[in-house]
């Protein structure tokens, strides 16, 4: 059975969760998913700063978070309580504790830290390319939460059951003026001319980690990155596409409808982004 940590206490699925939780009932709190490899959590000081500054958006109260520090070794004291050796996914939930109706009874936080084993050690490029196509289901009004990773999901569960009804292997998310966002699961750019393109924060997208750490390790590697507006044409017009998320890393796509992409700078990138483990 498998053991998470609820707010430092060691915990197994047996013993559940109050539903009283204010995330299950208000969805009032946030998460990040991290990789872990090589002893260390990737990025982990940027996956921190964004969870505080949303918990300070939320007004939610981090003074029960631990330290980066002391966060490391609760998930390594939990990885190991798992059985899980190395190469694994970090989920760390951040809620406001129960009690209150809409208006809360303080604005404390829990949390918890869930680990699962994933088959790479290193950042690994997909193999076989991925199949993608635009999701009409629910568009995103840009706004202040855009950039917050909340427990509220919904437009992300829409457009995945999208991708799964098309038998796609992911779906884009629109904003309300028909220009790109994201996947349901990750940030996306476009290859065009050599230059890559991904779209703009201003959009609606999610400031990413690996987003944010792609864009650095191509601008340090003289590959240019324009942030901006894309829509259904860019992608037409484009030599190749990948999508990025914290965990994955890299994923190129070989389909968007009838056309078909090639993976050279995703290779590149990742070869890149892979030297960042050992550093």
């Not at 631990?66 to 798992?82: G, R």
């Not at 860019?234 to 993976?263: P, S």
């Amino acid at each position: 059975m498998q053991k998470y940590i609820f707010s430092g206490e060691l915990r197994d699925e047996s013993q559940g969760i109050s539903v009283s939780n204010r995330a299950f009932r208000y969805a009032d709190g946030l998460f990040e998913s991290m990789y872990y490899t090589a002893n260390k959590i990737m990025f982990l000081d940027q996956h921190y700063a964004r969870l505080k500054a949303g918990m300070k958006l939320l007004r939610i109260d981090d003074k029960n978070m631990p330290s980066t520090d002391e966060f490391l070794k609760e998930c390594q004291k939990l990885l190991a309580e798992n059985s899980i050796a190395d190469g694994a996914r970090i989920r760390l939930q951040i809620f406001r504790k129960e009690g209150g109706l809409y208006l809360p009874d303080n604005d404390q936080c829990d949390y918890i830290i869930e680990t699962s084993a994933m088959a790479n050690s290193e950042y690994s490029l997909n193999t076989k390319g991925l199949h993608i196509g635009i999701s009409n289901s629910i568009k995103r009004n840009a706004d202040i939460f855009s950039q917050v990773k909340t427990t509220s999901k919904y437009e992300m569960v829409l457009v995945a059951m999208d991708a799964r009804d098309h038998k796609w292997d992911d779906a884009i998310l629109m904003n309300n003026h028909d220009n790109i966002v994201e996947t349901s699961s990750s940030n996306i750019f476009a290859v065009i001319n050599g230059n890559i393109y991904t779209p703009a924060i201003t959009d609606g997208a999610l400031n990413g980690i690996m987003r944010k750490n792609i864009i650095r390790i191509a601008n340090h590697n003289n590959i240019s990155v324009i942030e901006t507006t894309l829509n259904e044409s860019n992608l037409l017009a484009a030599d190749e596409v990948f999508i990025t998320n914290a965990v994955k890393g890299i994923q190129w796509v070989v389909a968007f409808g009838n056309k078909r992409y090639f993976n050279a700078v995703s290779k590149r990138l990742t070869s890149l982004l892979n030297k960042e483990i050992y550093e």
